[in-house]
């Protein structure tokens, strides 16, 4: 299962792609992180649905500092090759 998520608020600055890569890397979840030009921050996570339960969890709160004010996700049909690490872009 694949999701690509957005998140706004004050994500930037605070460390959110750290903390989202951690927390991805934990989970065994593979796909990337980015920080957007309008302040918020993108990600595609691939895994199972208890994983990305588990991150959307996390996500949501985000790290210290964070404040999400925004949090959407959207089903992504196509699947990355099984053995992507979650990176940071």
Do not use: C, K
């Not at 999701?3 to 927390?23: K, L, S």
């Not at 089903?75 to 979650?86: A, M, R």
Request: no cysteine; charged share 25%.
């Amino acid at each position: 299962m694949r999701r690509r998520y957005r998140i706004g608020g004050r994500v930037q600055g605070v460390g959110f792609r750290f903390f989202a890569q951690r927390i991805a890397a934990r989970l065994g979840l593979g796909g990337w992180v980015r920080n957007l030009p309008d302040g918020g921050v993108e990600l595609e996570a691939q895994g199972d649905l208890d994983s990305l339960t588990a991150l959307e969890s996390a996500l949501s709160q985000g790290p210290r500092g964070a404040l999400v004010t925004q949090f959407e996700h959207t089903e992504i049909s196509d699947e990355l090759d099984g053995g992507t690490p979650f990176t940071i872009g």
